[in-house]
């Protein structure tokens, strides 16, 4: 029911926003957002003409195949423990118990699917599957920690660049959408570019 309320609440912002580009959108609502054109929006800074650093939202290299023009909601962000002003994307956040925790939550892991397909690419890009790691947080918390610094994840900012998902790991994101007993996957997988992004807060 959760997830069905989701998909109308997405296409009701799509309706009322009509199509969605990063640039045109406000600081407020840029992270975590999906443009028409099926890429990741990514709020980054910049210097203004007067020496001030300001903020900016921008089209990143990250597509998204099956989620698509979407404004996250406020429901999503508050369940999974992420940051609206949050600037680039990073997989430093995976480090932190209290947010992994929020994260593997059946509230956000089992119905907000941008978040966690954002966050499966981030740490698959670190050579960490998300749902073991869920696992992990949830009956070993210091075992998943240790499985990210084995995995090099501590090492700061990352790029968004992601290996291609393996046709299996593919087979099995698309079977686990429909609703599963245990960790499902994320709804869609993404190819990634370069975009070497480094998140701060406002």
């Known amino acids: 029911m959760a997830f069905v309320l989701f998909l109308v609440f997405s296409l009701f912002l799509k309706g009322a926003l009509g ?51 979407m404004i996250e909601s406020d429901a999503c962000v508050n369940a999974c423990g992420v940051d609206r002003k949050s600037v680039g994307m990073s997989s430093d956040s995976l480090m932190e118990p209290h947010f992994t925790a929020k994260l ?55 790029s968004a660049a992601v290996a291609p998902i393996s046709a299996a790991a593919s087979s099995w994101i698309s079977a686990s959408v429909a609703p599963a007993p245990a960790a499902p ?11 070497a992004c480094a998140p701060t807060s406002v």
């Not at 059946?106 to 998300?130: R, T």
């Not at 996957?185 to 975009?195: R, W, Y």
């Open 185 to 195: 996957g994320p709804a869609s997988s993404e190819s990634h570019k370069s975009v």
């Open 104 to 158: 593997c939550s059946p509230a956000c892991y089992k119905n907000c699917p941008n978040i966690v397909d954002l966050y499966y690419n981030l740490a698959l890009g670190e050579g960490v599957f998300l749902p073991d790691l869920c696992k992990a947080q949830q009956n070993m918390p210091r075992r998943a920690m240790s499985q990210l610094l084995s995995s090099g994840a501590a090492s700061g900012w990352i």
């Open 19 to 69: 199509e969605i580009i990063c640039k045109e959108l406000p600081v407020s609502t840029c992270s975590f957002s999906v443009a028409s054109s099926g890429k990741r929006c990514l709020l980054e800074t910049y210097t203004s003409t007067k020496g001030a650093t300001e903020f900016q939202c921008k089209t990143s290299e990250v597509y998204v195949k099956i989620i698509g023009e």
